[in-house]
Structures are given as C-alpha cells and as structure tokens.
C-alpha cells in the first residue's frame, strides 16, 4: 500500500511544472521583452498557456519580422503570441515570434 501511495505521488510530481519537456511552438503571454525599441528582441520571457514561464534567447529566422515595440503591445494588451524555438531548459532559441488567436 505505502509504495502504491509512494508510486502516485511521483507520478504526480511529473506532471506540472518541468518545463524542460515543452515542445516548439509553444503558446501564451509575453511577460518581457529585451532590445532596442524599434529593434529586434534579444530575449523574451512568456507565460505558457500550461502556465510554465519561459525564457528564450531570440535569433530570428527571418531578420526584421518582429520588433520590441510590436512584442510591447503584447504585453500592454495582454494578446497571446506563439513561439517555435529550438533547445530546452534554459538553452532555448526562438527563431519565430508569431501573433496566436485570442
């Protein structure tokens, strides 16, 4: 019974909250953004919609698609983004910044 009891809880500490296991791209709300105004991001940090916070550095695959100021009115009217990046834990690269549905 103890190693029954002993097995669930393990199995729901695996569940929530690893965010090393988030797969690109990835949903949410930006909660910060790095890098000149009118210039590329350099970094971002975003709140998944599973509720992870992530941090990326932002090397572009497409050199001007997005910039600070557009990803700061975002954050100001608090619209979801989508984010295909490439790395995990704390190596991520986003190389897409897209506008996601509401």
């Known amino acids: 019974m103890l190693a029954a009891r002993n097995l669930a809880f393990f199995a729901c500490a695996a569940c929530g909250g690893d965010d090393a296991d988030v797969q690109s791209p990835v949903e949410g709300m930006l909660q910060d953004v790095s890098g000149s105004a009118a210039g590329e991001p350099e970094s971002i940090t975003l709140v998944s ?54």
């Open 49 to 102: 919609d599973a509720g992870d916070t992530l941090e990326f550095t932002v090397e572009l695959l497409e050199p001007g698609s997005v910039n600070v100021e557009h990803l700061q009115l975002h954050i100001d009217q608090a619209m979801p983004v989508s984010v295909s990046f490439s790395g995990n834990g704390d190596t991520r690269v986003a190389y897409r910044i897209d506008d996601a549905p509401p």
